[in-house]
């Protein structure tokens, strides 16, 4: 799309980008996973 569009970054395209840490500003991701929420979803954390 960045070529077709003549952009210079492929940030200019993509639908949901990521700062240079990795993490979504839009989504606030990555976060903390609560125990409801893993429950909710028959989940278990193994250290």
């Not at 639908?15 to 840490?21: D, G, I, R």
């Given at each position: 799309?960045t070529?077709?569009?003549?952009?210079d970054?492929?940030?200019?395209?993509?639908?949901f980008?990521?700062?240079?840490?990795?993490?979504?500003?839009?989504?606030?991701?990555?976060?903390?996973?609560?125990?409801?929420?893993?429950?909710?979803?028959?989940?278990?954390?193994?250290?």
């Amino acid at each position: 799309m960045t070529m077709l569009t003549g952009s210079d970054s492929i940030r200019d395209v993509i639908a949901f980008p990521k700062t240079t840490s990795g993490s979504g500003l839009m989504e606030s991701c990555p976060s903390e996973v609560d125990e409801q929420q893993l429950k909710d979803l028959h989940l278990k954390v193994v250290q």
